[in-house]
């Protein structure tokens, strides 16, 4: 009796094990192959550095104060700082939203999309959860500001999104702000079929090749399909170098040397200030899946500790990221005993940045900056914007004070606790 429960217990014990090692197993597949150097990668050439010690204390900074894991930043084209592993793809969570945003801008001008189609002209629909005849007048300029008012379940959502979204039918296309994976996501959807290119192909032939990117694949975009949605999300993995050289673009009005690689009128257009924010320090605004922070730099910021800062005024861009993993056992690991970046590190290093080179910004103050200094102080009036022009065509005005908004940001990676000396 004794032998035979000690064999029931050896076998369930290997059984277990075995168990175990094929969860472990599926769970460390890797989600991309990271891949060698592109054939058509650059190499960027060293800046002038005019204050060296602020460039050890940043990375000092970053090696004692931050989680990050890589840090690059860029000075009109060269070099200032690179810090970590700064070539290896790493999710970029929300951050794929402004990639995604220079993509439209390319697409429109090439008239693949307009801003003022329907969802209802773009044969968009949910075949889980059928649209009504209001949700289907959203159009692609609504689902970019993330004021589309639809709001269903959707593929990436954290907590604090699904916990904050509005009733179903509660608010009319364009009237209200809430920070909406539906709305991203189904620009991926519409973006691939309005172009016939996958996200990956275009961002490779558009954006990598004529930017020098050093590791970007194609099949560094991936996707996500759940079962209550018809609309997956696409994933992208980037390396915080080549993210510097996307974010380099912005800060040159759109060109890389003398290509304009995005029209330069959707770069302004694009990070126009359209939505007032609240609780999401530091930003005061959103854009066309843009945010703009109360003194005019542009960021796109995602969970984990995802962030690019573009500092236009000093043709300067900032890029921090906190690798979250390629696969969901790295992934567990980093949610279980790592932690979430602060944007408030990513304005530390941005300060050091600024004086190792010693620059002083224009005269002229960066368009962000005024707009959304009006915007804040708009929304208050009991008057809203007039309207203004938008690739060549009409923008509706900017909503005035009665109208709210909702960010949805109460997951985990979405807010950060600030220390008393920051």
């Given amino acids: 009796m004794k032998s035979t429960t000690r064999r029931l217990i050896k076998r369930s014990a290997i059984v277990l094990t075995l168990l175990v090692a094929l969860v472990l197993g599926i769970t460390a597949i890797p989600a991309i192959a990271v891949g060698g150097r592109n054939a058509f990668a650059t190499v960027l050439p060293k800046t002038m550095v005019a204050h060296p010690e602020a460039l050890r204390e940043a990375y000092g900074f970053l090696a004692k104060d931050t989680r990050f894991d890589a840090f690059v930043t860029?000075?009109?084209g060269q070099e200032l700082a690179r810090w970590g592993e700064a070539d290896l793809p790493i999710n970029t969570h929300s951050v794929r939203k402004s990639l995604l945003s220079g993509l439209y801008g390319i697409a429109i001008e090439h008239g693949y999309v307009r801003l003022d189609q329907t969802l209802g002209e773009l044969g968009i629909d949910d075949r889980v959860v059928p649209l009504t005849a209001m949700e289907k007048s959203a159009t692609v300029r609504d689902l970019l500001m993330s004021r589309s008012g639809i709001y269903i379940e959707a593929a990436g959502e954290v907590k604090g999104m699904k916990d904050r979204r509005p009733r179903r039918g509660s608010h009319k296309p364009g009237e209200f702000f809430y920070y909406n994976n539906w709305d991203f996501n189904v620009l991926g959807v519409i973006f691939e079929q309005r172009t016939g290119m996958s996200i990956g192909q275009a961002f490779n032939e558009w954006i990598a090749k004529p930017t020098g990117m050093i590791s970007f694949k194609p099949e560094h975009v991936i996707y996500e399909q759940p079962r209550y949605t018809q609309h997956r999300q696409f994933v992208?993995?980037?390396s915080a170098?080549?993210?510097a050289r996307f974010g380099m673009l912005y800060a040159q009005g759109g060109r890389w040397g003398s290509t304009q690689v995005i029209p330069e009128h959707w770069i302004t257009e694009s990070t126009r200030a359209y939505s007032a924010v609240d609780s999401m320090d530091p930003f005061a605004s959103y854009g066309y899946l843009w945010w703009i922070d109360r003194d005019g730099y542009v960021w796109a910021d995602g969970w984990g500790g995802q962030f690019m800062l573009v500092d236009a005024k000093r043709h300067q861009v900032l890029v921090a990221r906190n690798d979250t993993g390629r696969s969901l056992l790295q992934m567990g690991w980093f949610v279980l005993f790592d932690g979430d970046g602060w944007r408030s590190h990513q304005q530390r290093l941005h300060a050091l940045m600024v004086e190792a080179v010693g620059t002083v910004a224009s005269d002229s103050p960066h368009p962000?900056?005024?707009r959304s200094a009006q915007l804040t102080d708009r929304l208050r009036r009991p008057h809203g914007w007039p309207a203004?022009?938008?690739?060549g065509r009409t923008q509706p005005p900017a909503l005035d004070s009665?109208?709210?908004?909702?960010?949805?940001?109460?997951?985990v990676g979405d807010t950060e606790p600030r220390p008393a000396s920051m």
């Fill in 236 to 238: 992208i993995f980037l």
């Fill in 241 to 243: 170098a080549d993210l």
């Fill in 368 to 370: 962000a900056s005024r």
């Fill in 74 to 76: 860029l000075q009109n």
């Fill in 402 to 411: 009665d109208t709210t908004n909702a960010c949805g940001f109460t997951g």
């Fill in 388 to 391: 203004v022009s938008t690739m």
